[in-house]
């Protein structure tokens, strides 16, 4: 029974959070007054405190040059490829010299699937909150680069961002004659450049910095 009470005073309340508990509750010895108003008052402040959120909550469309600052600024970002039976989704580590993605990645299933299929999309994201993120997409093309002059290149803009951040073995960019100095064992790096069709970048940004009561 009380449970029941206690529902309909949650409805109520909902239903008239303006209003004073004198107008919405009816009398009953056994809830107290003070129990009452904190009933009132952590429900309108919370209802209170929610709209808050919701209109100061924008959801927009980035622009090319934001677009282009975050793929600038990003290290991993996520390439989705299918060979048509399915569909595969793995990060890497990558730069962007404001045309192009460049990248590189060991001999395996994400370079055999895109050889057969080179149309890709490619992905970066940067997630404050749940409520604060940002996050653009990339239509391509794969092209594997082939010649010396390419590679060269290529390794050059990847070791300049990277080399600050270089941890592991599969972050790190090899050079394709340092693999004769190893054993035949170690599958060569493929060096590869993900041409741009198209770009968009979605936002949403929460300006609210208030605390809801514990």
């Known amino acids: 029974m009380h449970r029941n009470f206690l ?46 959120i919701i209109e100061s909550t924008m959801i927009g469309i980035m622009t090319t040059e934001q677009n282009e600052h975050m793929l600038q600024t990003g290290l991993i970002g996520r390439i989705g490829c299918t060979d048509g039976k399915r569909v595969y989704i793995v990060p890497v580590t990558y730069v962007f010299d404001g045309e192009a993605i460049y990248a590189h990645s060991r001999d395996g299933l994400k370079i055999e ?36 002059n390419e590679q060269t290149q290529a390794l050059a803009l990847l070791k300049d961002r990277l080399m600050p951040y270089l941890l592991s073995e599969t972050m790190r960019p090899q050079s394709p004659d340092l693999d004769q100095l190893k054993t035949e064992k170690v599958r060569k790096p493929v060096i590869y450049r993900i041409e741009i069709i198209e770009m968009s970048g979605r936002f949403e940004k929460n300006a609210f910095h208030g605390k809801l009561p514990s």
Not at 10 to 32: F, Y
Not at 120 to 127: A, D, L, Y
């Open 113 to 148: 699937i895109m050889r057969k299929n080179p149309h890709v999309c490619f992905e970066v994201e940067s997630i404050e909150s749940m409520t604060n993120w940002r996050t653009v997409i990339v239509t391509g093309k794969y092209h594997e680069l082939k010649s010396g």
């Open 7 to 52: 529902i309909k005073i949650s409805t109520r309340i909902d239903r008239h959070h303006t209003a004073g508990l004198g107008s919405v509750l009816p009398s009953q010895g056994w809830l107290s007054n003070k129990l009452l108003d904190l009933i009132q008052g952590k429900r309108i402040y919370f209802l209170r405190e929610s709209y808050r």
